[in-house]
C-alpha cells in the first residue's frame, strides 16, 4: 500500500497494513534469532512480567540492543513517513519488542495502549503510533493481532466488550508485512488454536516529541555503543534514550 493509502486507511479505520515491507528470507533469519533471544535465561529479566517465563504469551524488551536487524524496521522509511504524518517530524521510538504467541495462547484482553491515566475523552490528536511486524505468516489460528474498525474515533476505552463481538477482525497477512496502528484503536493478539504454529512479532512504539515516554513501563534504554553505530535517522529517533540504566535515561 503507498503511504498515502496508508495514511487514510489508518486515519479512517484506525490501522493500515504495509505488505512485504521486508524480505522472508530476511524475516526467517529474525524469527530464528527472536526464539533464541526468548529462551535465553540471560534475558529473562527483560520480560514483560516474570509470570511470563516459560509461558505461552511472552514479550521481551530491549530489542534494540539485542540485534540489529530490527533497526531497518523501525527505521523503515514507509513506516516512517506514516508515522511522521501523524506525530510530527520530531516522533520518538518508544520501545522495540518482541511478541510470541504460543499455540494454545488465549486471546488477549482488547485494551487501547498508553492510556492507563489519562481521562476522557482521549487526546483528538494520536499520542502513539504503534506497529506489529510479521515476523512469521499472520494467520486467523495462529494469533493475529485483531482490531475493532474505526474505534479510535470513540475516544475511550472498549468496556464490556464480548470477545466475540462480531465487530472484531483478524488482521492477518505474509511475514515481512506491517500493521500500523493509532494508540486508540481497540485491538489485542487473536488466540493461537492452531497445531503447532508459533506466532513471532515485532512491536514497534512510535511517540509523538511531547510524550512523556517514562510513563511505559519496561521500556529499556538504548546502550551507547549500539547508538554509535546506528544510522543518522534511527539515532534521531532514539536521541532521548541513550543509556545503561532505564533509571539513566527516565526520571521514574
Ligand atoms: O501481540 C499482539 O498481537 C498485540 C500486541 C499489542 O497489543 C500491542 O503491542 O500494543
Ligand atoms: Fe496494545
Given amino acids: 500500500m503507498p ?3 496508508a495514511i487514510e486507511h489508518l486515519e479512517v479505520f484506525g490501522y493500515c497494513v504495509i ?9 526467517d533469519q529474525m524469527a530464528e534469532k ?15 512480567s516474570p509470570g511470563e517465563i516459560g509461558g505461552i504469551n511472552q514479550t521481551l524488551f530491549g530489542t534494540i540492543n539485542k540485534d540489529e536487524m530490527c533497526w531497518d524496521c523501525i527505521a523503515h522509511p514507509e513506516v ?18 518482541t511478541k510470541w504467541i504460543k499455540p494454545g495462547a488465549e486471546m488477549g484482553g ?5 492510556t492507563h491515566d489519562l481521562p476522557y475523552p482521549f487526546p483528538d490528536v494520536p499520542w502513539l503510533i504503534n506497529s506489529i511486524w510479521m515476523i512469521t505468516d499472520f494467520t486467523e489460528e495462529n494469533g493475529a493481532t485483531v482490531f475493532v474498525p474505526m474505534s479510535h474515533k470513540s475516544r475511550r476505552r472498549p468496556l464490556g466488550l464480548s470477545p466475540d463481538d462480531k465487530r472484531i477482525c483478524p488482521i492477518v497477512g505474509r511475514r515481512g508485512s506491517v500493521v500500523l496502528w493509532h494508540g486508540g484503536v481497540w485491538h ?19 511517540y509523538p516529541a511531547w510524550w512523556n515516554c517514562a510513563r511505559e513501563g519496561g521500556h529499556q ?10 544510522p543518522k535517522e534511527l539515532q534521531d529517533l532514539c536521541r532521548h534514550k541513550v543509556g545503561r540504566h532505564r533509571s539513566e535515561v527516565y526520571e521514574f
Wanted: proline letters at 6%; glycine letters at 6%; charged letters at 20%.
Fill in 34 to 48: 527472536y526464539f533464541q533471544l526468548h529462551e535465553d535465561p540471560n534475558f529473562h529479566s527483560d520480560f514483560q
Fill in 80 to 97: 516512517l513517513e506514516v508515522v511522521w504524518h501523524f506525530l510530527g517530524p520530531n516522533a520518538r521510538l518508544g520501545e522495540a519488542c
Fill in 19 to 27: 505488505e512485504s515491507a521486508i524480505s522472508t528470507e530476511r524475516c
Fill in 188 to 206: 489485542t493478539n487473536g488466540p493461537n488454536i492452531s497445531q503447532g504454529h508459533h506466532r513471532m512479532a515485532l512491536n514497534i512504539a512510535y
Fill in 3 to 5: 503511504s498515502q493509502e
Fill in 221 to 230: 534504554p538504548v546502550f551507547p555503543e549500539k547508538f554509535e553505530r546506528m
Fill in 110 to 114: 482488547i485494551h487501547v495502549d498508553s
